[in-house]
Every structure is written in structure tokens, then in C-alpha cells.
T-cell receptor, first 114, second 113 residues
Framework: EAQVTQNPRYLITVTGKKLTVTCSQN?????MSWYRQDPGLGLRQIYY???????DKGDVPEGYKVSRKEKRNFPLILESPSPNQTSLYFC?????????????FGEGSRLTVL | RKEVEQDPGPFNVPEGATVAFNCTYS??????FFWYRQDCRKEPKLLMS???SGNEDGRFTAQLNRASQYISLLIRDSKLSDSATYLC??????????????FGTGTRLKVLA
């Protein structure tokens, strides 16, 4: 089954404790991206990757890191989480070619930073 | 001005009603357009892509108006299960072969029995 898989789905952590949210897709997609969703603000892009070893900042990259060593994986790293990073996070991927290319989303990771 | 704007609603409509949402975008060079559906605290799922000639999928019809820079979604014969938030998504091409998906904040629909 074609899918985007995120882990963990739910996480409660404390300020300053490094964490990683994993994202994996099995569709051989070139494009992958991370978003956070907060009430009233919609989906905001954190980082995206056009292909392996190619990553770039989105609209709200502060406090986050990513890597794209393999095509299928795109982990999101919070080196020193803070309470303002409490949010619902989505990973997404797309084929990336041409003008079309819908985004496929993971089920989301709900993060609480105390 | 936001790059993609939607009326947040909520739109409260009775079952069986027809409801329409609009979404405006600011980049005249935007290339691709989509409507996504998002249920509470779940991931967005593609409802339909929006083509230049307009397209229909069952009770759902999407239209693109490039001159006025908006897309629309029409839902006929609303069902209770249509209650959700509908996200407008625009794909813009950037430099060096990059591209970006821009999301509206969503329009909330509640279909009432």
C-alpha cells in the first residue's frame, strides 16, 4: 500500500530534550516536506526536499533540522524543543515532476513540549 | 495579503443543500491547484485536482478562473459525511526547478441533519 509513515504519532517531551520525528514514504517520491499545523494558522511549511541531499527552508524553519540521506526518509529533528513547538506535524511527499503532483500526507505527529 | 485566501466559515448547511467555496490566490503564475479535505486532527486528503477546463467528480465540481485568480468547489446534495474542513492548495514553480505548495487556512463545513 502506498503510504507516508510518521513516527511517533503522539509525543510528550520536556524543553531541551532532543527528539526526532521520522518520516518514510514507499512511493519513490522525489519531493518531501514537513508542515506544522496550529489553530487559525493553517499548514505552514518547515522544510522541504526536492531530492536526496537537497533540502531547503520553508516558512518556519527556526528550531528544526532535517536530512535527506535516502530518498524514502526525511526525518525532522528538534535539537532543543521549546513549548512554542507544541503542534501537529505532518510529513508529505509528492512525485514532484511536472505541474501536477498531488501531495500525500502522513497521519500526523502530535507533539507536546512542556 | 495572503498568497492563498479562503473564507474560514463555518458554513452550516442542511443535508441536501448545495454549497460553494471560493479560494483566491495572489500569484498569477501559479501552475497547479487542488482541493483537499481534512477531518478534525487528521491528515489532509486529496479531494480533487482542479483543471483549467473545470472538472467534476460525483457531487463535487471544481472550477478554475485564471483571469480573476480564484478556484471554486461546489458540493451538491450535501451529506452529513461531507462535514470537514476544505483546504485550497496552490502549487507554484520557483527558480532552479523548485516548487512550493501553498495552503489556504481552510473552510469549515458543517452539514446539519
Amino acid at each position: 500500500e502506498a503510504q507516508v509513515t510518521q513516527n511517533p504519532r503522539y509525543l510528550i517531551t520536556v524543553t531541551g530534550k532532543k527528539l526526532t520525528v521520522t518520516c518514510s514514504q514507499n512511493m519513490n517520491h522525489e519531493y518531501m516536506s514537513w508542515y506544522r499545523q496550529d489553530p487559525g494558522l493553517g499548514l505552514r511549511q518547515i522544510y522541504y526536499s526536492m531530492n536526496v541531499e537537497v533540502t531547503d527552508k520553508g516558512d518556519v524553519p527556526e528550531g528544526y533540522k532535517v536530512s535527506r540521506k535516502e530518498k524514502r526518509n526525511f526525518p525532522l529533528i528538534l535539537e532543543s524543543p521549546s513549548p512554542n513547538q507544541t503542534s501537529l506535524y505532518f510529513c508529505a511527499s509528492s512525485l514532484g515532476t511536472g505541474f501536477s503532483g498531488e501531495l500525500f500526507f502522513g497521519e500526523g505527529s502530535r507533539l507536546t513540549v512542556l | 495579503r495572503k498568497e492563498v485566501e479562503q473564507d474560514p466559515g463555518p458554513f452550516n448547511v442542511p443535508e441536501g443543500a448545495t454549497v460553494a467555496f471560493n479560494c483566491t490566490y495572489s500569484n498569477s503564475a501559479s501552475q497547479s491547484f487542488f482541493w483537499y479535505r481534512q477531518d478534525c486532527r487528521k491528515e489532509p486528503k486529496l479531494l480533487m485536482s482542479v483543471y483549467s477546463s473545470g472538472n467534476e467528480d460525483g457531487r463535487f465540481t471544481a472550477q478554475l478562473n485564471r483571469a480573476s485568480q480564484y478556484i471554486s468547489l461546489l458540493i451538491r446534495d450535501s451529506k452529513l459525511s461531507d462535514s470537514a474542513t476544505y483546504l485550497c492548495v496552490v502549487k507554484n514553480l520557483g527558480g532552479s526547478g523548485t516548487y512550493k505548495y501553498i495552503f489556504g487556512t481552510g473552510t469549515r463545513l458543517k452539514v446539519l441533519a
